[in-house]
């Protein structure tokens, strides 16, 4: 079945240091989207991206989509406390009508003030 | 804003038992998912809803059922409870069933199964 994973599985930074998260479907996507969920809490939608080579910026966070329509990553440039969580991308399912989500396997980002 | 609303939030059962979780939806939203997320995992689809019939089926188990009513909320019924049963189960809700919706998640409901 469609397989979406991500690298790496956790990262612990510095406050300040630079963070990026990438993620690989093992087929095409129609989009992809972002998901922050914090510790103990829910999954939050960030942004999705659409277009092949499709780059979207949201202040720190600087999103990509692959040429190929297959990878994405996110990058964060100088990580705050409040980054903490768990990056999810989730992409809607290979074929399918509807829009249920793969989400990949997710990075934890923790950052040390 | 009107966020997604699950009922209850943390529900504890013995094995064998039965759970019913709720979901309400952002209002005017028609299209609502299921998600299940263990401990350290990704979320993982159930199964969707769209203007009340059910409109994808994913890695749901045969001990589950779940419908959405005619004001567009959803409950999910969990019968003969097992151990793996305990996870977090998510709501989310989106306008519409394709194309490029973003989906809102609710804030969960904690299931332990003892």
């Known amino acids: 079945g469609q397989q979406v994973m991500q690298i790496p599985q956790y990262q612990h930074v510095q406050e300040g240091e630079d963070f990026t998260t990438y993620c690989n479907s093992s087929t095409t996507l129609s989009n992809i989207q972002w998901y922050k969920q914090r510790p103990g809490g829910h999954p939050v939608f960030l942004i999705q991206?659409?277009?092949?080579?499709e780059v979207k910026k949201q202040k720190r966070l600087t999103f990509q989509f692959g040429e190929a329509k297959k990878n994405s990553s996110l990058h964060i440039t100088a990580t705050q406390t409040t980054d903490v969580g768990t990056y999810f991308c989730a992409g809607p399912e290979y074929g399918g009508a509807t829009n249920k989500l793969i989400f990949g396997t997710g990075t934890l980002l923790a950052v040390q003030p | 804003a009107a966020g997604v609303i699950q009922s209850p939030r943390h529900l504890i059962k013995e094995k064998r038992e039965t759970a019913t979780l709720k979901c309400y939806p952002i209002p005017r939203h028609d299209t609502v998912y299921w998600y299940q997320q263990g401990p350290g995992q990704d979320p993982q689809f159930l199964i969707s809803?769209?203007?009340?019939?059910?409109?994808d089926k994913g890695s749901i188990p045969d001990r589950f059922s779940a419908q959405q009513f005619s004001d567009y909320h959803s409950e999910l019924n969990m019968s003969s409870l097992e151990l793996g049963d305990s996870a977090l189960y998510f709501c989310a809700s989106s306008l519409g069933i394709g194309g490029v919706n973003e989906q809102f998640f609710g804030p969960g409901t904690r299931l332990t199964v003892l």
């Open positions: 991206l659409v277009k092949s080579g």
């Open positions: 809803f769209y203007e009340k019939m059910q409109s």
